[in-house]
């Protein structure tokens, strides 16, 4: 599968709790995305990198979420002291740059439950 | 700031029947949209942007500046269309600002 991919799929939790997630992207793509989406709602933006800069990280929710793609490659969402309004499913996408760099390739996300 | 509204949470409609999605925006720039489509147990995936002017599956979208519109159309729906659709704006700092997403049910 060269798709991008995300691990853990689904995650439970104690509120408190530090979790931290993992994109891998489409191997070529340098691009890459964090979006959070609750029930009922359409995915909200989090933050992205370009290799391993992170370019945009003023969409974040709070200083407990973190975001790291340290050599380029795959990136990890941090999340300290979870709360339960954090439930949601996190999602990944990746991009490549250029002509292309318009068409975003999703994962198929990671659900957190926040108890 | 930007923002993309769907106002039908759920769209239900008959086999054959045309089917409009509806997507309204506002953004200061010039607007890049897509529509991107998910599947039961399947990941997003984009349907179709409005610069290509492309029809996928059957569908189409028009972006209307005038009325900041970009609704998604098809003029017969199949059952497998049943999914839920996502009208999304791309800004120049990469990120897609996504509507709360319209579900489409086509029933038999």
């Known amino acids: 599968d060269t798709g991008v991919s995300q691990n853990p799929r689904h995650k439970i939790t104690k509120r408190g709790q530090n979790v931290t997630f993992r994109c891998d992207p489409i191997?070529?793509?340098?691009?890459l995305y964090w979006y959070r989406q609750t029930l009922g709602q359409g995915p909200e933006f989090l933050t992205y990198?370009?290799?391993?800069?992170?370019?945009?990280k003023s969409r974040l929710l709070s200083d407990r979420f973190s975001a790291e793609r340290p050599k380029g490659s795959f990136s990890t969402l941090e999340i300290q002291r979870t709360e339960q309004g954090d439930s949601a499913m996190y999602l990944c996408?990746?991009?490549?740059?250029?002509?292309?760099?318009?068409?975003?390739?999703f994962g198929p996300g990671t659900r957190l439950t926040v108890t | 700031a930007q923002r993309v509204t769907q106002p039908e949470k759920l769209l239900s409609v008959f086999k054959g029947a045309p089917v409009e999605l509806k997507c309204n925006y506002s953004?200061?720039?010039?607007?890049?949209l897509f529509w991107y489509v998910q599947y039961s147990r399947q990941r997003l995936q984009l349907l179709l942007r409005?610069?290509s002017r492309e029809s996928i599956k059957g569908f189409t979208a028009d972006l209307n500046k005038g009325e900041t519109s970009f609704h998604l159309k098809k003029p017969f729906a199949q059952e497998e269309d049943s999914a839920m659709y996502y009208c999304?704006?791309?800004?120049?700092?990469?990120?897609?600002?996504f509507g709360g997403g319209t579900r489409l049910m086509v029933k038999p």
């Open positions: 953004y200061s720039g010039s607007p890049e």
């Open positions: 996408a990746s991009s490549s740059n250029g002509q292309g760099a318009w068409e975003q390739y």
């Open positions: 990198f370009q290799n391993e800069a992170q370019l945009e």
């Open positions: 999304a704006l791309h800004n120049a700092g990469n990120m897609l600002t």
């Open positions: 191997s070529e793509h340098n691009r």
């Open positions: 409005h610069i």
